[in-house]
């Protein structure tokens, strides 16, 4: 910040929605915009470059997605740095990424949404007290804090990692299902693949090509059958044999 002034940075894959931001920022005298990027790869590096203060991030991206980008900087975004989502996806916890100090505007936005946005922004920014760090934000939705946002069929979805039992493939669709304790189904985001889904966390682990369970929720192992604990014990999984051994060595490492 510079004479009352905040730096504002844009991340967004569609010219014409960094226009649309561009043109509601400038009429903020409090803002100033120093960097925009249709890319994740060189808007990382114009953030790094700039330090703005205010980073509004396309949600879904070509390169990678917007949580993917902040995960990366988590470590050398040493400055305090707030976050606003720019996303088309209504099915968002939205709630829940605000309650974790980001922001969000849904595309495409009213000059009012915009106009609260900003007026919650300018707020925080000048608090006495000392900010929050932006790794500390950024913390609680990593997998390392058992939070984490999954790409669905018609959005975005915060979980924590004991909310989910197993993800189920169905080959027929090509598509990525996962189960949730309450029993509701997810469709994941059409491409997503295993190693997307077990790059989440550490307690994901494949047990076939079809499957892959929770390891906090495995109870038991039956010779090529795995059972899960409640809510999941009327659920059988058969085991593929390339899969036993390591989900044996799993158990052997505890």
Same mark, same amino acid.
């Not at 929770?214 to 999984?237: K, R, W």
């Given at each position: 910040?510079?004479?009352?002034?905040?730096?504002?940075?844009?991340?967004? +894959? =569609?010219?014409?929605?960094?226009?649309?931001?561009? %043109?509601?920022?400038?009429?903020?005298?409090?803002?100033?915009? @120093?960097?925009? #990027? %249709?890319?994740?790869?060189?808007?990382?590096?114009?953030?790094? !470059?700039?330090?703005?203060?205010?980073?509004?991030?396309? @949600?879904?991206?070509?390169?990678?997605?917007?949580?993917?980008?902040? &995960?990366?900087?988590? +470590?050398?975004? &040493?400055?305090?740095?707030? @976050?606003?989502?720019?996303?088309?996806? =209504?099915?968002?916890?939205?709630?829940?990424?605000?309650?974790?100090?980001? +922001?969000?505007?849904?595309?495409?936005?009213?000059?009012?949404?915009?106009? @609260?946005?900003?007026?919650?922004?300018?707020?925080?920014?000048?608090?006495? %007290? #000392?900010?929050?760090?932006?790794?500390?934000?950024?913390?609680?939705?990593?997998?390392?804090?058992?939070?984490?946002?999954?790409?669905?069929?018609?959005?975005?979805?915060?979980?924590? &990692? !004991? +909310?989910?039992?197993?993800f189920e493939y169905h080959s027929i669709r090509k598509i990525w299902f996962v189960t949730l304790e309450d029993s509701k189904k997810l469709q994941l985001k059409r491409g997503t693949k295993a190693d997307d889904i077990l790059g989440l966390s550490s307690s994901f682990i494949q047990i076939s090509q079809q499957h892959i369970i929770n390891f906090d929720y495995l109870t038991f192992i039956d010779g090529q059958g795995c059972l899960l604990c409640p809510p999941f014990e009327s659920v059988a999984l058969k085991? #593929?044999?390339?899969?036993?051994?390591?989900?044996?060595?799993?158990?052997?490492?505890?």
């Amino acid at each position: 910040m510079t004479n009352n002034r905040y730096s504002v940075a844009i991340v967004d +894959d =569609d010219a014409s929605c960094i226009n649309n931001l561009q %043109q509601s920022i400038a009429r903020f005298s409090e803002l100033k915009l @120093v960097a925009t #990027s %249709q890319l994740p790869s060189t808007g990382k590096a114009a953030i790094l !470059e700039h330090q703005p203060s205010l980073l509004f991030l396309d @949600v879904e991206m070509p390169e990678q997605t917007g949580l993917e980008l902040l &995960t990366e900087m988590q +470590d050398t975004t &040493t400055w305090n740095m707030q @976050v606003v989502f720019y996303t088309a996806y =209504d099915k968002y916890l939205l709630g829940a990424l605000r309650a974790s100090a980001f +922001d969000y505007l849904l595309k495409p936005y009213t000059d009012d949404e915009f106009n @609260v946005v900003i007026h919650r922004f300018l707020k925080q920014a000048t608090k006495t %007290q #000392s900010p929050q760090l932006f790794k500390e934000t950024i913390s609680a939705l990593l997998p390392e804090k058992r939070r984490f946002m999954i790409a669905t069929a018609t959005g975005y979805q915060l979980l924590r &990692t !004991e +909310d989910i039992g197993y993800f189920e493939y169905h080959s027929i669709r090509k598509i990525w299902f996962v189960t949730l304790e309450d029993s509701k189904k997810l469709q994941l985001k059409r491409g997503t693949k295993a190693d997307d889904i077990l790059g989440l966390s550490s307690s994901f682990i494949q047990i076939s090509q079809q499957h892959i369970i929770n390891f906090d929720y495995l109870t038991f192992i039956d010779g090529q059958g795995c059972l899960l604990c409640p809510p999941f014990e009327s659920v059988a999984l058969k085991i #593929s044999r390339n899969y036993l051994k390591l989900l044996q060595e799993r158990f052997e490492s505890i």
